[in-house]
């Protein structure tokens, strides 16, 4: 079946670099992306979402980038900073499909 | 402040008793859902409502039942039937029912375990 993955289970980034995410889907009908921040123990946050008629969209230390030629999609965070640890995982939406997927979840973890 | 709250944040059970988890919304929206997650998985849809007094299985819905009598609750019920219900639960909420044309708004979560 069609499904949301994630390249990389767990990341390790220096406190202060950037940080990329990525996500790869197979639904090539597939047209809005969400990325969500889950902490320990907490529900999934709402980080920045892009619909499949944009490339790019911008957010505060974050931005998400669509590919759709090779059905790509990946998080940058910019200066990664200790509360930047966390599960992240994309959700890829087919409104012809009336369907959300959640992918399974990247680990990012900082480095002092 | 809106938002979704979940109850209780940790519950424990025998097995064979049905337990049944809360949510409640006050951000007016209309869906709501229940998803479960477990270690290395995706999140899987359980029940879901788009209005009150209507709601629809999901993708995992057997051994568990939810009510939406409320526009504002959506409490799940796992039932003995229910072969592995130790997990985390997760409500969540949309503002417009239908179309997924916003992101979820999801609550804290309750996890349960039963022994």
């Known amino acids: 079946g069609e499904s949301v993955g994630l390249h990389l289970p767990t990341l390790s980034v220096q406190e202060g670099d950037n940080s990329i995410i990525n996500c790869a889907y197979s639904n090539s009908a597939s047209d809005y992306f969400i990325w969500y921040k889950q902490e320990s123990g907490k529900g999934p946050q709402f980080i920045i979402d892009i619909r499949s008629n944009m490339d790019k969209r911008q957010g505060q230390r974050v931005t998400v980038l669509l590919n759709k030629t090779v059905k790509h999609l990946s998080l940058q965070i910019a200066a990664t900073q200790p509360g930047d640890s966390a599960v992240y995982f994309c959700?890829?939406?087919?409104?012809?499909?009336?369907?959300?997927?959640f992918g399974k979840g990247t680990r990012l973890h900082i480095l002092p | 402040d809106g938002g979704i709250t979940q109850s209780p944040k940790y519950l424990f059970r025998k097995e064979g008793q049905n337990v049944t988890l809360s949510c409640e919304q006050n951000l007016n929206h209309d869906a709501m859902y229940w998803y479960r997650q477990d270690p290395g998985q995706g999140l899987r849809l359980i029940y879901y409502s788009q209005i009150v007094n209507d709601f629809q299985k999901g993708d995992i819905a057997e051994g568990y039942s939810v009510s939406r009598e409320k526009k504002e609750s959506f409490p799940l019920t796992v039932t003995s039937a229910q072969k592995n219900p130790t997990a985390f639960y997760l409500c969540a909420s949309s503002p417009v029912s239908g179309n997924y044309n916003s992101p979820l708004h999801f609550g804290n979560g309750t996890r349960l375990t039963v022994t």
């Open positions: 959700a890829e939406i087919s409104h012809g499909d009336d369907k959300i997927i």
